[in-house]
């Protein structure tokens, strides 16, 4: 490896250790959150000249003040004594509050010893974000109407108002977990909840009155806050959900643009498209030229990417500095767009699924571009050009339509 000439620390809320099966002469062996990515940010950064190594908050000693982190070498994870990091790439997603907790004190701890840089800063939760992105004009329009569900008799309205057929989603969650669509079925008299569980799973309920319903509703939200939209009939022509997503980053002049757009098509009867929960990725340009005419589908595309840059840039200003984000898109069968979720950790594991190994390459590459600037500008002897480092690839000024992974989306 060469000389590095800045450290890097990917930092996730727990890494768990898989014991060793020794009646099969193994050895125990990590388990990261997400392996592979991790591995493609590593075998990038060796290229770029960049200490990267991962940890989470039982990686540090409060006591001796020391930090390990899993290096990739030679195939494989190795646990080794570590230098604080110059630049920390968060992703953390916390399964509960305690995991939470001990990240933040982790952190405040390494900070007291070491200035350390965010590579990229937070979003809120959705019905903060909604709240931000409805003051622009030029967004509104893309905005589903919504509500927070946080008072008694809130849900009786909103299901009145939106025709008894609405879609309830966590404020806070992610990948689709805990989504739901209620409606109502005139043919059985017969109120259905159908959507994914906290644990991802499908399920799909049936109410005779409802009470009922808003019995199971209040016990199954508990003390998490939600949030309701109206559902919205984003399918295919085979009736399959399906929505858009959009990678932005910035890249190595700290500059918006964007890296992938793909669509993802969920399971036939889910309320979700996300990977996650079973769905695929293909081209968006294929899959909406199949929907609308490939004219048309450009149009779309075109529009939809320069809301995406238009969205970050006002996110970045209500919120701080941001590094990259996904925005999810919803397409109606008439062509109307919306703009449903944007998260500040997307994914991007279909771009391998799709077969897009260049965004693949640059989707893995524009954080690690973008921390050299960041510690360029607080370490002015820092050498910027990119041949001191490794050859990489140039960054397509053209924003063409790449496939990405995506997390989180409404059905």
Known sequence: MKAALIRVGVFVASIETVPADKTAGETGRIKLPEPL?????????ERLGIDLFVFSPSQYNKHTKQLT???FRSGSWTEEQCLLPDILYDRCFYKQAAERAACQEVLAAIREQHPIRSLSGSLPAKWEVYNSLRQFPQLLPLLPQTAKVDQKGCLARLITHHGKDIFL????????RGAMRIRFLPLSLQWEATGRTRKNLPFRRYFEDY???TQWITTFIGHASYIAQPYLHLIDQSGNPFDLRVLVQKDGNGRWGITGTAVRIGLPDSVTSNLHGGGTASG???QLSQLFGSAKAKRMINKIQDISIYTAERLENSFGRLAELGLDFGIEPDGRSWLLEVNAKPGRSSFQQF?????DQLSVEMPL???RMLTQRSNKPFVTNDSATAPILVYPSDKRIRSDNVQEVHP
């Open 37 to 45: 990515f991790y591995q493609k940010l590593s075998e990038a950064a």
């Open 355 to 359: 077969g897009d190994h260049l965004a």
């Open 169 to 176: 989603k966590p404020s806070a969650g992610m990948q689709g």
């Open 211 to 213: 009470s009922a319903l």
């Open 284 to 286: 968006a340009s294929e």
């Open 69 to 71: 982190g899993f290096r």
């Open 369 to 371: 571009r973008y921390a």
